[in-house]
């Protein structure tokens, strides 16, 4: 089993900033990526941004050049800086961590809710 605490999520107003964090812990093999996932109401969850135990990055469209994606290290952490945060970007986010096996394990979600 996989254990994930994660942490930061809140109210902002539009163009704000917060900081998720995501610690995972438990029988982690072989970890391929760590990332953030986000589902808005009434829409699928999609990708926000994910790393590599090598420092690659990938970034939803949506995102890029607003939101850094760090960590996905040996200490199985990893955070998302969000800023110029808009109203769609209100979901629920989810910690995600994938195994070179390609195992998919959640956190329980944080919610984002970015609203005046």
């Known amino acids: 089993q996989v254990q994930f605490v994660e942490s930061g999520g809140g109210l902002v107003q539009p163009g704000g900033s917060l900081r998720l964090s995501c610690a995972a812990s438990g029988s982690i093999y072989g970890i391929y990526t760590m990332g953030w996932y986000r589902q808005a109401p009434g829409k699928q969850r999609e990708l926000v941004a994910s790393?590599?135990?090598?420092?690659?990055?990938s970034y939803a469209d949506s995102v890029k050049g607003r939101f850094t994606i760090s960590g996905g290290n040996a200490k199985n952490t990893v955070y998302l800086q969000m800023n110029s945060l808009k109203v769609e970007d209100t979901a629920v986010y989810y910690c995600?961590?994938?195994?070179?096996?390609?195992?998919?394990?959640w956190g329980q979600g944080t919610q984002v809710t970015v609203s005046s």
């Open positions: 995600n961590l994938r195994n070179t096996l390609l195992s998919d394990y």
């Open positions: 790393i590599t135990t090598g420092g690659i990055t």
